[in-house]
């Protein structure tokens, strides 16, 4: 096969790839969507009124009770929530990583028009941007709550206080 060839046959499988992507998260989302509101209350009671049934048929004598099954669930939920507020601590540390670049590029932005304006106040806007800075590091967080909240500047929530968060939403 010819060169050419061949590349057209790569660019097609690449469209149709990213076809098939946004078809895949279009149609994840629409599951997600329907997959959160169908789960009603009383769908929620049915589902565990069926798995405490069939827990309770086939529990072996001795060797699994039902504390056993209500602390493996139990467990099951912390593990889960435990990842999740991994996962939210995780995205809030890039987010708070792109702010700080953000915020970083704006500075250099401001200073190179600042020299290009005013050459001799520079020196005093550095002062005050680098005061302001500073400040705004060692103000203390406010969580949803309002409450300021201890940790330092370059670090995300501990995974209790995120999985606290996601609870109280």
Not at 19 to 24: A, H, I, K, M, Q
Not at 50 to 62: C, D, N, T
């Amino acid at each position: 096969m010819k060169f050419s060839t061949l590349r057209s046959r790569v660019k097609r499988c690449e469209q149709v790839v990213a076809v098939r992507l946004v078809d895949t998260q279009d149609n994840w989302g629409v599951l997600s969507q329907v997959w959160r509101s169908g789960w009603s209350p009383l769908r929620i009671i049915v589902a565990g009124v069926a798995s405490g049934f069939v827990a309770g048929k086939l529990e072996l004598p001795g060797k699994v009770s039902g504390a056993r099954w209500l602390q493996m669930v139990g467990s099951v939920s912390n593990l889960v929530a435990s990842g999740q507020a991994a996962f939210a601590s995780a995205m809030a540390a890039h987010a708070a990583g792109t702010a700080d670049d953000a915020a970083e590029q704006a500075d250099a932005a401001a200073e190179k028009v600042d020299d290009a304006v005013n050459p001799t106040a520079t020196a005093a806007a550095a002062g005050a941007a680098a005061g302001a800075a500073a400040a705004a590091r060692n103000a203390p967080r406010t969580g949803t709550t309002g409450v300021p909240q201890e940790r330092d500047a370059g670090t995300g929530p501990r995974p209790a206080e995120a999985a606290t968060e996601l609870s109280e939403r």
